[in-house]
């Protein structure tokens, strides 16, 4: 069973930054092989994609963040990060780390991130 545990949420200023980490754990084959991503839920909205770090592909980025969020992952460490600059209120929201291995997905249990005007 994987298992992927978000942290590094919080209430920031518009303009500022947050880190997010996703640590995975588990009975995963290979870190290295598995896709890491990062999906939010806003107030009001769907959950909806925001980033992804491919296990060959590269760093894919939603519209809304591009230039402004950044997705690094630490496969010696079972870890995804999410580098957030430039925060907008529009950014609050629930933030939850993904994986997918084999066709089964794999979602953490959420960071709130709030973002004050």
């Known amino acids: 069973q994987v298992q992927l545990v978000e942290s590094g949420g919080g209430l920031v200023q518009a303009g500022g930054s947050l880190r997010l980490t996703c640590v995975v754990s588990?009975?995963?084959?290979?870190?290295?092989?598995?896709?890491l991503g990062w999906h939010r839920q806003t107030p009001g909205k769907q959950r909806e994609f925001v980033a992804l770090?491919?296990?060959?592909?590269?760093?894919t980025y939603s519209g809304a963040v591009k230039g402004r969020f950044t997705i690094t992952r630490d496969n010696a460490k079972s870890t995804v990060y999410l580098d957030m600059k430039n925060l907008k209120p529009e950014d609050t929201g629930v933030y939850y780390c993904?994986?997918?291995?084999?066709?089964?997905?794999?979602w953490g249990q959420g960071t709130q991130v709030t973002v004050s005007s």
């Open positions: 993904v994986t997918n291995e084999r066709g089964v997905s794999t």
């Open positions: 588990g009975t995963i084959e290979s870190i290295s092989t598995v896709p």
């Open positions: 770090a491919s296990a060959v592909d590269g760093n």
